[in-house]
């Protein structure tokens, strides 16, 4: 191989690196006027509660309590539901700041791709596709069943209704959870605003039935005496470590908040109502989980919990049969409300992913009638509908959290970044360059200085950062101006030396919490290289934390995306807390399940290779200094997309 062979495989590798660092711009307003593709702001705090808590609370906390208080917590179930809602919170706050201060469609995927890079984003966003199908895929399969507990029995349901199974293929079909699939994409593509309504009325009719759980339940232990709560073991019947294995196990009843944010660009007042909207649902799921927790474990001794249907069990145990129906309607309508959290997000994900390039142009097409992404909308609705029809996707339901840990953990990182290092380069289309040449003109500068001194730097392609903004420009520099210009320079250097120790500050810490995690989790390692491993992660993670702490955050924070908004609190300690805890939970999710991810994610890396990074809307893109992007859009008479 010569010498030119050489450099052309370097060059192919650098521009392949290139495309997976380079990072967008927060939409801006120039952005917004320009663009025909646009989604209806419609929603408001009401509408984002009902999102939140429909999304969130599932048929699962029906079932959840009774497993859980026999297996580990006993009656500290509350005590579990409360640390697993804290650890929630963690990741609600850096989310309510990222949607406030980025409000476009993409949730978690689009501030990725803002804060981090192209490649990681795309990770984040085939990830969340896979959890948001699979997931509306099995609460589809979980209403038929409860839908026949209300008919009077498991085949009561009419035969077209009914699950069948196909000896020849040895498949049980669920013709009822399909038509259910169907019927909440087509209230999806009647408009946002709509079906948030009809999403609330579900989910008051679930908070109803849990209500009903509580002040009825409550009644009930008064009466009995909280027989639950009189039991010799105590109340830590498996200790501290058992009720932090509950709080682990309930975590995942919190997931659904996240859909809030993907609705970012449809909301009226973003900086108020996305913080508003995802604290409140939230609070209002884990007060609803605690108190019912709390009741049923009273009722009834943990140890005698039905594990199938705590909550129903322990109110027949009490002469109240007929308050199963009650409880069967909650979980129904829980379920239907999940569903529709589960669909609502994708699209948008998908839209934005198509708006990026990293998709074909279909899935970014937005009805002018109903101005919601119907395509794409109908495209996740019949994929959810096939596999709930076909599959038992219950054992893929691994799958579903991953996508959820991923996200909350690059949405933390991404607080850090913003917060430590902000991007201080935006790409810009190539069809401003005219625009990008007469702003340098003006400054009297050429592309290098603009940029910075770094050549990495330079405004130029992402396919050629050397190409220059102007060519041939001539500068004379008085010495005088040299020597008034050298604080402004010190300055700049120990700017630039801050940002170098950040960003591997950053780094390190996140090394240092899969190192602390992953030693904590293995305990099949050699007890020496187990503890000098996890001494190693913890040490890296603590030094972390105190140089961020230490240092200043980046002054750039309080200009970057749309000001004005929640800003999250107690940065660093809480992004990194929320790392470790998100972490942790991937980690632990075994083998099986990251396998059967791992293959998802290859699928992924091959379908942006061949595509998406060929047409990435970043291809031609020409890099300049944030700080210049609103006079050169200002230069500009027409503003392209």
């Known amino acids: 191989m010569g010498f030119d062979s050489v450099q052309s495989v370097e060059g192919w590798g650098g521009r392949a690196l290139n495309s997976l660092i380079r990072r967008k711009q927060v939409d801006s307003v120039h952005r917004r006027k320009s663009s025909h593709n646009q989604l209806a702001k419609e929603l408001t705090v009401p509408h984002l509660v009902a999102i939140g808590v429909g999304s969130t609370i599932g048929a699962g906390v029906y079932i959840l309590v009774g497993t859980v208080a026999r297996e580990h917590s006993g009656p500290a179930l509350t005590i579990s539901f409360l640390i697993a809602g804290i650890a929630a919170a963690l990741s609600a706050f850096c989310y309510a700041e990222l949607a406030s201060r980025c409000p476009s469609a993409g949730s978690a995927y689009h501030y990725t791709y803002i804060c981090i890079g192209e490649g990681v984003a795309w990770l984040v966003g085939w990830a969340l596709i896979l959890e948001y199908t699979i997931g509306g895929s099995a609460v589809a399969r979980g209403i038929s069943p409860n839908l026949a507990l209300l008919f009077g029995g498991p085949d009561?349901?009419?035969?077209?209704?009914?699950?069948?199974?196909?000896?020849?293929?040895?498949?049980?079909?669920?013709?009822?959870?399909a038509i259910l699939v169907f019927i909440v994409?087509?209230?999806?593509?009647?408009?946002?605003?709509?079906?948030?309504?009809?999403?609330?009325?579900?989910?008051?009719?679930?908070?109803?039935?849990?209500?009903?759980?509580?002040?009825?339940?409550?009644?009930?232990?008064?009466?009995?005496?909280?027989?639950?709560?009189?039991?010799?073991?105590?109340y830590f019947p498996f200790g501290v470590n058992g009720m932090?294995?509950?709080?682990?196990?309930?975590f995942f009843a919190y997931i659904g908040f996240d859909s809030v944010a993907s609705t970012a660009e449809e909301v009226k007042n973003p900086q108020r109502d996305l913080p508003l909207g995802i604290g409140a649902a939230l609070s209002i799921c884990c007060a609803l989980y605690m108190l019912v927790s709390m009741v049923i474990v009273g009722l009834v001794p943990y140890h005698a919990m039905d594990p199938d249907t705590p909550i129903s069990t322990a109110f027949a145990s009490h002469g109240m049969q007929w308050a199963s129906y009650i409880i069967t309607v909650g979980a129904v309508t829980a379920l239907c409300s999940t569903l529709m959290g589960s669909i609502l997000p994708q699209p948008r994900i998908l839209m934005a992913m198509a708006r990026d390039g990293l998709l074909p142009p279909f899935f970014s097409e937005i009805n002018k009638s109903t101005q919601v992404p119907v395509k794409s909308t109908i495209a996740t609705g019949i994929c959810a509908a096939i596999l709930a029809f076909f599959m038992d996707v219950s054992q893929l339901a691994g799958m579903v959290s991953v996508g959820t840990l991923v996200a909350f953990t690059m949405v933390a990182i991404s607080v850090l970044i913003l917060r430590y290092v902000p991007p201080d380069e935006v790409p810009l289309p190539a069809s401003l360059q005219d625009s990008i040449d007469s702003v340098s003109l003006r400054h009297g500068s050429n592309s290098q200085d603009i940029s910075g001194d770094d050549p990495k730097g330079s405004v130029g392609s992402s396919k050629d950062s050397s190409k220059p903004l102007l060519d041939k420009v001539d500068i004379l520099v008085d010495l005088r101006l040299i020597e008034k210009q050298l604080p402004l320079v010190n300055y700049t250097l120990s700017e630039v030396n801050r940002r170098k120790i950040a960003g591997w500050t950053i780094m390190l810490t996140c090394v240092g919490v899969f190192l602390l995690t992953y030693s904590a989790s293995s305990l099949g390692l050699p007890s020496f290289l187990r503890y000098?491993?996890?001494?190693?992660?913890?040490?890296?993670?603590?030094?972390?934390?105190?140089?961020?702490?230490?240092?200043d955050q980046d002054d750039a924070r309080h200009t970057f995306g749309h000001t004005g908004g929640f800003l999250c609190p107690f940065v660093p300690l809480l992004p990194i807390v929320c790392i470790l805890i998100n972490v942790y939970l991937l980690i632990n999710l075994g083998c099986d399940t990251w396998a059967r991810v791992t293959v998802w994610l290859i699928i992924g890396v091959l379908v942006y290779v061949c595509y998406g990074r060929r047409h990435s809307s970043l291809e031609d893109a020409v890099y300049v200094p944030a700080a210049h992007a609103n006079e050169i859009f200002r230069s500009s008479e027409n503003y392209v997309t």
């Open 185 to 234: 994409t087509g209230l999806l593509c009647v408009g946002i605003k709509e079906s948030t309504v009809a999403q609330g009325i579900a989910t008051i009719a679930n908070v109803c039935a849990m209500v009903f759980v509580i002040v009825a339940g409550t009644y009930l232990g008064f009466k009995t005496g909280w027989s639950g709560y009189q039991l010799p073991t105590g």
């Open 156 to 177: 009561s349901l009419p035969f077209f209704l009914s699950r069948l199974h196909i000896p020849a293929l040895d498949v049980v079909v669920d013709p009822c959870a």
């Open 244 to 250: 932090l294995a509950g709080s682990a196990t309930v």
């Open 532 to 551: 000098a491993v996890c001494g190693a992660g913890g040490i890296l993670v603590l030094f972390g934390l105190t140089v961020l702490t230490c240092i």
